[in-house]
């Protein structure tokens, strides 16, 4: 059975950081794509950043050059390093996983991402 299990979501104060993390179980974590997607409340699910089983990464125009995203291939994880948060970055984190061939995708259930001003 596959599991995404985020962690690491929690109250940070505008311009400070915070590390969200993946955990994945019933699949080998640098064999899919993994993306990082973001709801805040009202609003549609969007993009965040991804890597690719080749460690390519991507990012949002609104987050590139303040998050990063990372691999562990022994922790079977992913990470996203958030920098310089502000309010607009506010939403549920969500992990997801995509197979590169047969698209078959999970999801994990979201860690909360508060930002104060």
């Known amino acids: 059975q596959v599991q995404l299990v985020e962690s690491g979501g929690g109250l940070v104060q505008s311009g400070g950081s915070l590390r969200l993390s993946c955990s994945a179980s019933?699949?080998?974590?640098?064999?899919?794509?993994i993306n990082w997607f973001r709801q805040a409340q009202g609003n549609q699910r969007e993009f965040v950043a991804s890597?690719?089983?080749?460690?390519?990464?991507s990012y949002a125009s609104a987050v590139r050059g303040r998050f990063t995203i990372s691999r562990d291939n022994l922790k079977n994880t992913v990470d996203l390093q958030m920098n310089s948060l502000s309010a607009e970055d506010t939403a549920v984190y969500y992990c997801?996983?995509?197979?590169?061939?047969?698209?078959?995708?999970?999801w994990g259930q979201g860690t909360q991402v508060t930002v104060s001003t």
């Open positions: 997801n996983a995509v197979h590169p061939i047969t698209t078959q995708m999970y």
């Open positions: 890597i690719t089983p080749d460690a390519e990464e």
């Open positions: 019933g699949i080998t974590i640098s064999k899919w794509h």
